[in-house]
């Protein structure tokens, strides 16, 4: 993921702190299950720790937006290259979702204590 790539993301991230909704959280449980391929597969321990976030509701609200962002990202089939594509369609969404990963390195850590 490009410096730009980076800093777009982030800009999403931000701005959908005070806009996710509950059907955004509806769509990524009904559709996550079939993603575990491709790229995402060798990465899938990360979405699965976003989608935990996603859902505790202890979770501080921006860690939550920034997981729901890269979760919508992962199950919507318009992004920046297309799902579609065989290989490459993924790979993006496996960049957000690492980007996603290290912005919340200190929420993850928090939860690796807890255990």
Same mark, same amino acid.
């Given at each position: 993921m490009t410096e730009h790539e980076e800093k777009k993301a982030e800009e999403m991230?931000?701005?959908f702190q005070k806009n996710y909704t509950q059907d955004d959280v509806d769509k990524i449980n009904s559709?996550?299950?079939g993603y575990n391929k491709g790229p995402l597969a060798k990465i899938w321990d990360k979405i699965l720790i976003l989608w935990e976030i996603m859902?505790?509701?202890a979770a501080a609200?921006?860690?939550k937006a920034i997981a729901i962002a890269a979760l919508l990202? =992962? =199950?919507s089939p318009i992004d920046a290259i297309p799902d579609v594509i065989p290989i490459l369609g993924l790979t993006d969404d496996a960049g957000i979702v690492g980007l996603a990963i290290k %912005? %919340?390195?200190e929420e993850i850590k928090k939860r690796e204590n807890k255990q």
């Open positions: 991230f931000q701005s559709k996550i299950n859902k505790d509701p609200k921006g860690a990202y =992962v =199950v %912005l %919340l390195m």
